[in-house]
């Protein structure tokens, strides 16, 4: 069983024997091993049930350590990098040969950034190699942004759970690429486009496919409860299931009709921030609830509303 702690010199020795730990970051939390270890990599893809050709993202806690990640910069992604990190963005460049091909699916870009949470960057700081890193859950189930999500579901394959508290931003990164030197979202995530756009004018946004060999990882079905999903534009009076116990997933108003214990209510200010901080925890209640099927309703779409609806789209498409 894991050790759940705040020790990053444990952390440490355990990721220089190659082991692997979950990570706090202010987006979710990452199952971390040495990036330039083909071993430990391995063991990343195995402990999440990964399919190979699902690239991992690399950790690194300084601008400075980007050299031994990547083997060149673009213009356009030094200036998103100066404004973002450390924070939910991370750049797809083309990849230093140290880098194995495991880690990037033997595609010939890495992904790469700077996160925000100060655990995590004092380990970073204390390693001499960078972390590989993806979301520290089951492939294809929701994304952990608490040390007990964690345990629950990996605690019985890894030695240690660095402790960061809940994540703040909730949401996984927004990941940016440069395909013939144009900017493209590849993931919407926890940074908004708006946010990118006044930086370096406009972007484009690459839409989820089920099998896009352009992009691999950007699988349709994905973040899914265990129970039938269901997604509307709104849940109202109308909509509400007459039948079976439902859990409702909503953005800011609780249902009169509805017991309140079945209820998650994502930011009762109708706060888009509060929404994506709150989106995965809410999702795993409602999936551990006595229900027989989730209904939830989109968000606003704009800022990081739109990432919230990619992820409640991609739990629907299970
Ligand atoms: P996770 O950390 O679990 O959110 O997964 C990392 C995601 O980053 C993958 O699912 C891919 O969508 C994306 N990714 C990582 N490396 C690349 C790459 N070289 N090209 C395109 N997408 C990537
Ligand atoms: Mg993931």
Redesign the pocket.
Known sequence: MAITGIDTELAKSYLERGQLVAIPTETVY?LAGNALDQQAVLSIFEVKNRPSF????VHIDSFEKLEGVVADMQEQARLLAEAFWPGPL?L?LPKNPDIPDLV?SG?D???VRVPNHPLTLALLGSLDFPLA???ANPFGYISPTQAKHVETQLGDKIPYILDGGEAGVGI?ST?I?FPEGMPLV??LGGLAIEEIEKVIGPVQYLPHSTSNPQ????LKSHYAPRKPFQLQEKVDQATLSSDAPTGYLLFDKYLDEVPIEYQRVLSPEGNLLQAAHNLFSYLRELDAMDVQEIRAEMVPDTGLGRAINDRLRRAAAH
């Open positions: 990452g699902d690239p991992l993202i991370t797809l990037t595609l870009t890495v992904a890193a993806p979301s996984e990941i690429g590849y993931r992009a691999p990882g950007m």
